[in-house]
C-alpha cells in the first residue's frame, strides 16, 4: 500500500511538474512578444530617424523630419501593440477568415466576398491624390518595418494570438487602410435590415400599426407595405420565417447596435474661458481591446492627438492647435436594397427598364482550415452586388424567383474618405476643415468642428440621389428593374446639410433627427435617438457659459429622459392604489417597487435597484404588447423602444390597441397589461436576484464586458483576456451603455463610449481624454486594461502637444533608424 501511495505521488508530482512546465513555456512565448518601448531598430524605408515617446499611459508621441516619417512611425506603434487586431480587420475585409477559423466563420467571409469592399477598395487605392497616397504607403511601411523586426528578433509572432492561429502575416498594403475604412462602414450601417425588418412586419400588421412600431421620428410619412410591392409575400410564413443566428466574427450590427455617438461644441462667447469647447463620444461595441488607439503626431503643420484605429493612418477624432474634430453617425439612409427579377427562361439574367440583363459574374475561392476550400460565383446588377438569403436575414422577403441587390455608397470604387482625415490634421482652421469634408465617401457621419473660436457641424458623406416616384422610398426592398426606384447616382457635396456659427453658440448632436425635409432630400427616416438630445439640449442651455467640466459632466451624465417620461404615463394607474398587502406577497413586492419608482430621478447608477426595475419593466411590457400580434417577429423587437411605448399609452392614432391581446375574449386595457408586466419583470429579477428588492443593483446586470473577439469564449482564457465592469448610463442616457436585450442577460452593457474626449480651445493643453480598455492588445501587458477602471468611474486623462513635456515624463522611447 506504501509502494502504491509512493508511486501514485510521484505520478501526481509528474503531471503537475509538465504541466507546470508547459503553463511556463505558454507564458514564456506570449511574454516573448510583448514590445520594448525602449529600444533602438534600424529599418528600412525611412529617409531620417524617428522618435516613438511613450508617456505614463503608453501613448505614443511621434516625431519625424518628415511627414512621411511620421506616418511610418505610426504605422510602427499600431503595429507594436494591436498587430493581432489589425490583422483580424483586414481578414474580416478580405473575407479571408476561414483559413484561420474554419467552417465557423464561412458565412461572415461569404457576405464580405459577395459586397466586395476589399475589391473596392484596392480599386480606390488609383483614386488617391499624391499627398493621401504617400501618407499610405508610408504607414504600410511602418507596418511591415515592425513585422520584419519580430521576425528578425523572435519577437513571438508579435502577437500572442499568432501561436494559435496562422502565424504567416501578409505585408500591409494602402489598400488594407481603405478596406478597413469600409469595414467600419458595415459595422456602422444599418439601413439595409431596418428595410428588412420593416417589411417583414409590414407583412403582418395592418398600416396604422406599422406606423407605431417603425414610427417617424418626428412627423408623418408614407407607409408603404411589402405586399403592395411583391404580391406574393403576402403570407405571413415570409415574414415569420426564422433567421439564422449570427455566426462567428459577424461584422453586420443588430438592430439598435449600429453606430452611435454624442458630440457637443460651444463658442467661444458661450464658454467661460473664453475659447470654444469641443467634447466628443463615439460609442461602438465594446471589444478587448477597444477600437481606439490613442496617439500624437508631430506633422509639419504642427501635432494631432487623438483617436486613431489601427490599421488607418490618420487621427479619427481629436485636434490640433489649431482645430479640433468630433464624429457621430448621421444616420444617412445609404443603402437601398432592390429585389431582382430573375429571367424565368435565363436565370443568368435579371430584369432591366429595356428588359433582361446579363449579370457581371466572377468567381472566387475561399480556403477554409480543416476543409475543402469552396467556391463562389459572385453577380452584380446595375444596382450593386447579389446577396443571398442568409445574409440581412433577406431570405425572409425575397419571393421565389427574385434575388436582392444592394446598393450602398460605402461600395465605391473611387473612395477618398481618408484624404478628409489627412486634410483635418493639416487644417489651419473653420474653413480648412469643413473643406476637408468634401472627400468623405462612408460611412456618412456628422463632423463637429471648432478652431478655438466657431463652431459648425458638417454632415459628411455621399448621398444617395433617389427619384421622387421611388416606391418605397428606401423603407423597404423595391423592385430593382423601375427606373423610378434606382438611384440617379450620388448628390454634390454641397448638398449635405451644415451648420455653422449657430445663433446662441451651441451645437450637439446625439445621432437625433436633424432635418424635416420631405423626401428625397430627407436624409433618413430612422434615426439612432429620440431620448438623449431632450436631456443633452437640458443641459446645454441650462447655463449661460460652459466650461471643460460642464461638458465632461454632460458625457458622463447618466439620467434617463425615458425613464423621466414613460414612467408617470405607464404608471399613472398604478401609483399608491390598493391597500397595504401582506409580506413577501406578489402584490406586496409591487407595491415596494413602485414605491422607489416614484422616488426615483431617472439616474441610472449602478448602485440603485431602481434602473433595474424600470428597464425589466419596459422590456417586458414590450413584450406582452406585442408577442401576440407578432408571433414569432417578436423576438426581431429585443430592445425598448420609447416611443412605440409612449405612443401605446398615449393612445396615439389610436396604438392603444395594442394593449388587447387579440386571442383573449374580454377586452384588456393598457392599465392591466402594465401591471402584469411589473410582476412578470418582478419574478425575473427575484429569480435572478434574490426577493430583497432594495438589494438590487443595476450594475450587477448592466455589466460592461469587453471581450476578446476570438479568445474570449475559450474556458480559462476567457478569465485572462476578458474585461468586465459594472457600470452606470443605460440605453438612453448621455453616458450610454447599450444594453443588449437578449436573454439571458438581457441588461449586459454591450456598446458604450469607446473613447471620450473634451477639448479646451483656452487651455489647450488642460483637454483630456480615454479609452474603454487601454492601449495594448497583449493580456499580459500592464497597458491591456490600466484605462478600463479610470473609464468606468468617469475619469479622464492628459493630452498635451508640448513636446517637452511628452519628453519629461516619457516611460520608453522607441528610436528608429533608417538603414545606412
Same mark, same amino acid.
Given at each position: 500500500?506504501?509502494?502504491?501511495f509512493?508511486? %501514485?505521488?510521484?505520478?501526481?508530482?509528474?503531471?503537475?511538474?509538465?504541466?507546470?512546465?508547459?503553463?511556463?513555456?505558454?507564458?514564456?512565448?506570449?511574454?516573448?512578444?510583448?514590445?520594448?518601448?525602449?529600444?533602438?531598430?534600424?529599418?528600412?524605408?525611412l529617409?531620417?530617424?524617428?522618435e516613438?515617446?511613450?508617456? %505614463?499611459?503608453?501613448?505614443?508621441h511621434?516625431?519625424?523630419? !518628415?511627414?512621411?516619417?511620421?506616418?511610418?512611425? &505610426?504605422?510602427?506603434? =499600431?503595429?507594436?501593440?494591436?498587430?493581432?487586431?489589425?490583422?483580424?480587420?483586414?481578414?474580416?475585409?478580405?473575407?479571408?477568415?476561414?483559413?484561420?477559423?474554419?467552417?465557423r466563420?464561412l458565412?461572415? #467571409?461569404?457576405?464580405?466576398?459577395?459586397?466586395?469592399?476589399?475589391?473596392?477598395?484596392?480599386?480606390?487605392?488609383?483614386?488617391?491624390?499624391?499627398?493621401?497616397?504617400?501618407?499610405?504607403?508610408?504607414?504600410?511601411?511602418?507596418?511591415?518595418?515592425?513585422?520584419e523586426?519580430?521576425?528578425?528578433?523572435?519577437?513571438?509572432?508579435?502577437?500572442?494570438?499568432?501561436?494559435?492561429?496562422?502565424?504567416?502575416i501578409?505585408?500591409?498594403?494602402?489598400?488594407?487602410?481603405?478596406?478597413?475604412?469600409?469595414?467600419?462602414?458595415?459595422?456602422?450601417?444599418?439601413?439595409a435590415?431596418?428595410?428588412v425588418?420593416?417589411?417583414?412586419?409590414?407583412?403582418?400588421?395592418?398600416?396604422?400599426?406599422?406606423?407605431? &412600431?417603425?414610427?417617424?421620428?418626428?412627423?408623418?410619412?408614407?407607409?408603404?407595405?411589402?405586399?403592395?410591392?411583391?404580391?406574393?409575400?403576402?403570407?405571413t410564413?415570409?415574414?415569420?420565417?426564422?433567421?439564422?443566428?449570427?455566426?462567428?466574427?459577424?461584422?453586420?450590427?443588430?438592430?439598435?447596435?449600429?453606430?452611435?455617438?454624442?458630440?457637443?461644441?460651444?463658442?467661444?462667447?458661450?464658454?467661460?474661458?473664453?475659447?470654444? *469647447?469641443?467634447?466628443?463620444?463615439?460609442?461602438?461595441?465594446?471589444?478587448?481591446?477597444?477600437?481606439?488607439?490613442?496617439?500624437?503626431?508631430?506633422?509639419?503643420t504642427?501635432?494631432?492627438?487623438?483617436? %486613431?484605429?489601427?490599421?488607418?493612418?490618420?487621427?479619427?477624432?481629436?485636434?490640433?492647435?489649431?482645430?479640433?474634430?468630433?464624429? !457621430?453617425?448621421?444616420?444617412?439612409?445609404?443603402? +437601398?436594397?432592390?429585389?431582382?427579377?430573375?429571367?424565368?427562361?435565363?436565370?443568368?439574367?435579371?430584369r432591366?427598364?429595356?428588359?433582361?440583363?446579363?449579370?457581371?459574374?466572377?468567381? !472566387?475561392?475561399?480556403?477554409?482550415?480543416?476543409?475543402?476550400?469552396?467556391?463562389?460565383?459572385?453577380r452584380?446588377?446595375?444596382?450593386?452586388?447579389? *446577396?443571398?438569403?442568409?445574409?440581412?436575414?433577406?431570405?425572409?422577403? %425575397?419571393?421565389q424567383?427574385?434575388?436582392?441587390?444592394?446598393?450602398?455608397?460605402? @461600395?465605391?470604387?473611387?473612395? $477618398?474618405?481618408?484624404?478628409?482625415?489627412?486634410?483635418?490634421?493639416?487644417?489651419?482652421?473653420?474653413?480648412?476643415?469643413?473643406?476637408?469634408?468634401?472627400?468623405?465617401?462612408?460611412?456618412?457621419?456628422?463632423l463637429?468642428? $471648432?478652431?478655438?473660436?466657431?463652431?459648425?457641424?458638417?454632415?459628411?458623406?455621399?448621398?444617395?440621389?433617389r427619384?421622387?416616384?421611388?416606391?418605397?422610398?428606401?423603407?423597404i426592398?423595391?423592385?430593382?428593374?423601375?427606373?423610378?426606384?434606382?438611384?440617379?447616382? $450620388?448628390?454634390?457635396?454641397?448638398?449635405?446639410?451644415?451648420?455653422?456659427?449657430?445663433e446662441?453658440?451651441?451645437?450637439?448632436?446625439?445621432?437625433?433627427?436633424?432635418?424635416?425635409?420631405?423626401?428625397?432630400?430627407?436624409?433618413?427616416?430612422?434615426?439612432?435617438?429620440s431620448?438623449?438630445?431632450?436631456?443633452?439640449e437640458? *443641459?446645454?442651455?441650462?447655463?449661460?457659459?460652459?466650461?471643460?467640466?460642464?461638458?465632461?459632466?454632460?458625457? &458622463?451624465? !447618466?439620467?434617463?429622459?425615458?425613464?423621466?417620461?414613460?414612467?408617470?404615463?405607464?404608471?399613472?394607474?398604478?401609483?399608491?392604489?390598493?391597500?397595504?398587502?401582506?409580506?413577501?406577497?406578489?402584490?406586496?413586492?409591487?407595491?415596494?417597487? @413602485?414605491?422607489?419608482?416614484?422616488?426615483?430621478?431617472?439616474?441610472?447608477?449602478?448602485h440603485?435597484?431602481?434602473?433595474?426595475?424600470?428597464?425589466?419593466?419596459?422590456?417586458?411590457?414590450?413584450?406582452?404588447?406585442?408577442?401576440d400580434?407578432?408571433?414569432?417577429?417578436?423576438?426581431?423587437?429585443?430592445?425598448?423602444?420609447?416611443?412605440?411605448?409612449e405612443?401605446?399609452?398615449?393612445?396615439?392614432?389610436?396604438?392603444?390597441?395594442?394593449? +388587447?391581446?387579440?386571442?383573449?375574449?374580454?377586452?384588456?386595457?393598457?392599465?392591466?397589461?402594465?401591471?402584469?408586466? &411589473?410582476d412578470?419583470?418582478?419574478?425575473?429579477?427575484?429569480?435572478?436576484?434574490?426577493?430583497?428588492?432594495?438589494?438590487?443593483?443595476?450594475?450587477?446586470?448592466?455589466?460592461?464586458?469587453?471581450? =476578446?473577439?476570438?479568445?474570449? +469564449?475559450?474556458?480559462?482564457?476567457?478569465?485572462?483576456?476578458?474585461?468586465?465592469?459594472?457600470?452606470?448610463?443605460?440605453?438612453?442616457?448621455?453616458?450610454?451603455?447599450?444594453?443588449?436585450?437578449?436573454?439571458?442577460?438581457?441588461?449586459?452593457?454591450?456598446?458604450?463610449?469607446?473613447?471620450?474626449?473634451?477639448?479646451?480651445?483656452?487651455?489647450?493643453?488642460?483637454?483630456?481624454?480615454?479609452?474603454? $480598455?487601454?492601449?495594448?492588445? =497583449?493580456?499580459?501587458?500592464?497597458?491591456? #486594461?490600466? *484605462?478600463?477602471?479610470?473609464?468606468?468611474r468617469?475619469?479622464?486623462?492628459?493630452?498635451? @502637444?508640448?513636446?517637452?513635456?511628452?519628453?519629461?515624463?516619457?516611460?520608453?522611447?522607441?528610436?528608429?533608424?533608417?538603414?545606412?
Amino acid at each position: 500500500m506504501e509502494r502504491l501511495f509512493r508511486w %501514485t505521488f510521484r505520478i501526481v508530482a509528474a503531471v503537475l511538474l509538465l504541466a507546470g512546465l508547459a503553463i511556463g513555456v505558454v507564458y514564456w512565448l506570449a511574454w516573448r512578444s510583448l514590445p520594448d518601448y525602449d529600444a533602438t531598430e534600424v529599418v528600412a524605408g525611412l529617409t531620417a530617424p524617428v522618435e516613438i515617446v511613450r508617456n %505614463t499611459y503608453n501613448v505614443p508621441h511621434i516625431f519625424g523630419e !518628415t511627414d512621411a516619417d511620421v506616418f511610418f512611425g &505610426l504605422g510602427y506603434a =499600431h503595429a507594436q501593440d494591436r498587430l493581432w487586431q489589425m490583422t483580424l480587420m483586414r481578414r474580416t475585409a478580405q473575407g479571408k477568415l476561414s483559413e484561420l477559423f474554419g467552417q465557423r466563420t464561412l458565412r461572415t #467571409d461569404e457576405l464580405l466576398r459577395r459586397l466586395g469592399l476589399y475589391r473596392a477598395a484596392v480599386r480606390s487605392v488609383a483614386a488617391q491624390d499624391d499627398e493621401t497616397l504617400a501618407m499610405l504607403e508610408a504607414y504600410s511601411a511602418g507596418v511591415n518595418a515592425r513585422i520584419e523586426v519580430i521576425n528578425r528578433e523572435a519577437r513571438g509572432r508579435g502577437a500572442p494570438e499568432f501561436f494559435l492561429f496562422e502565424p504567416q502575416i501578409a505585408p500591409w498594403q494602402p489598400a488594407d487602410s481603405i478596406a478597413i475604412v469600409k469595414l467600419m462602414a458595415l459595422q456602422l450601417s444599418g439601413q439595409a435590415s431596418e428595410e428588412v425588418l420593416r417589411a417583414r412586419a409590414s407583412l403582418i400588421l395592418p398600416e396604422e400599426r406599422l406606423r407605431d &412600431l417603425h414610427p417617424d421620428v418626428p412627423g408623418k410619412g408614407k407607409v408603404v407595405l411589402a405586399s403592395d410591392l411583391f404580391p406574393t409575400l403576402s403570407q405571413t410564413q415570409f415574414a415569420q420565417a426564422d433567421p439564422e443566428d449570427d455566426p462567428f466574427l459577424w461584422p453586420v450590427p443588430r438592430r439598435g447596435l449600429s453606430g452611435a455617438s454624442n458630440a457637443f461644441a460651444v463658442a467661444a462667447e458661450r464658454a467661460a474661458a473664453g475659447g470654444a *469647447l469641443l467634447a466628443n463620444d463615439p460609442h461602438m461595441g465594446l471589444t478587448a481591446p477597444t477600437i481606439f488607439y490613442l496617439a500624437r503626431l508631430q506633422l509639419s503643420t504642427g501635432g494631432a492627438i487623438g483617436g %486613431t484605429i489601427p490599421g488607418i493612418p490618420v487621427v479619427m477624432v481629436g485636434r490640433t492647435n489649431q482645430l479640433g474634430w468630433g464624429l !457621430t453617425s448621421s444616420y444617412m439612409d445609404d443603402q +437601398d436594397v432592390m429585389m431582382e427579377q430573375l429571367n424565368p427562361d435565363d436565370i443568368t439574367q435579371y430584369r432591366t427598364p429595356d428588359g433582361w440583363a446579363d449579370f457581371e459574374t466572377e468567381r !472566387t475561392i475561399i480556403k477554409i482550415k480543416d476543409a475543402q476550400p469552396v467556391t463562389l460565383t459572385l453577380r452584380r446588377s446595375v444596382n450593386g452586388p447579389i *446577396l443571398t438569403g442568409r445574409q440581412f436575414d433577406l431570405g425572409t422577403v %425575397t419571393p421565389q424567383g427574385y434575388v436582392p441587390a444592394l446598393s450602398w455608397t460605402a @461600395l465605391a470604387e473611387d473612395d $477618398t474618405s481618408l484624404r478628409t482625415g489627412l486634410d483635418l490634421m493639416r487644417a489651419a482652421d473653420l474653413d480648412e476643415g469643413l473643406a476637408a469634408a468634401r472627400y468623405f465617401v462612408a460611412p456618412s457621419q456628422n463632423l463637429m468642428l $471648432t478652431d478655438g473660436k466657431r463652431i459648425a457641424m458638417q454632415v459628411m458623406g455621399r448621398q444617395p440621389d433617389r427619384d421622387e416616384l421611388h416606391q418605397s422610398q428606401g423603407r423597404i426592398p423595391a423592385p430593382g428593374w423601375v427606373e423610378a426606384n434606382r438611384w440617379k447616382g $450620388t448628390k454634390p457635396f454641397e448638398e449635405n446639410p451644415v451648420w455653422t456659427d449657430p445663433e446662441g453658440g451651441l451645437l450637439g448632436n446625439t445621432n437625433n433627427k436633424t432635418v424635416d425635409t420631405p423626401f428625397p432630400d430627407h436624409l433618413s427616416f430612422v434615426w439612432g435617438d429620440s431620448q438623449r438630445v431632450q436631456r443633452m439640449e437640458r *443641459l446645454l442651455q441650462a447655463r449661460d457659459v460652459h466650461t471643460r467640466a460642464s461638458l465632461m459632466e454632460a458625457q &458622463l451624465d !447618466t439620467v434617463s429622459f425615458a425613464a423621466r417620461s414613460l414612467l408617470p404615463l405607464v404608471g399613472r394607474d398604478l401609483w399608491f392604489t390598493g391597500d397595504s398587502a401582506p409580506a413577501d406577497s406578489v402584490q406586496r413586492r409591487r407595491q415596494v417597487a @413602485l414605491e422607489l419608482l416614484a422616488a426615483w430621478n431617472g439616474e441610472m447608477s449602478e448602485h440603485l435597484p431602481e434602473p433595474l426595475i424600470y428597464s425589466a419593466w419596459m422590456r417586458f411590457l414590450q413584450q406582452r404588447l406585442i408577442r401576440d400580434d407578432l408571433g414569432p417577429l417578436t423576438s426581431e423587437y429585443p430592445l425598448m423602444e420609447p416611443l412605440f411605448i409612449e405612443r401605446v399609452f398615449r393612445n396615439t392614432d389610436g396604438a392603444g390597441a395594442w394593449c +388587447d391581446v387579440i386571442q383573449s375574449t374580454a377586452p384588456e386595457t393598457c392599465t392591466e397589461i402594465a401591471r402584469q408586466s &411589473l410582476d412578470d419583470a418582478l419574478q425575473f429579477l427575484e429569480d435572478r436576484y434574490g426577493s430583497r428588492v432594495e438589494a438590487w443593483r443595476w450594475g450587477d446586470a448592466h455589466e460592461a464586458r469587453s471581450d =476578446h473577439p476570438v479568445l474570449g +469564449d475559450i474556458p480559462g482564457l476567457g478569465l485572462i483576456v476578458n474585461i468586465r465592469q459594472s457600470t452606470s448610463g443605460g440605453d438612453h442616457t448621455l453616458q450610454r451603455g447599450r444594453t443588449s436585450g437578449e436573454l439571458p442577460d438581457p441588461f449586459l452593457n454591450v456598446q458604450a463610449a469607446t473613447y471620450r474626449g473634451v477639448y479646451d480651445f483656452a487651455d489647450p493643453e488642460s483637454s483630456v481624454f480615454i479609452t474603454s $480598455t487601454g492601449q495594448s492588445g =497583449h493580456p499580459l501587458s500592464k497597458y491591456y #486594461d490600466d *484605462l478600463g477602471e479610470l473609464w468606468r468611474r468617469g475619469e479622464y486623462i492628459p493630452m498635451t @502637444l508640448d513636446p517637452d513635456l511628452a519628453r519629461a515624463g516619457a516611460v520608453g522611447i522607441t528610436t528608429l533608424l533608417p538603414v545606412p
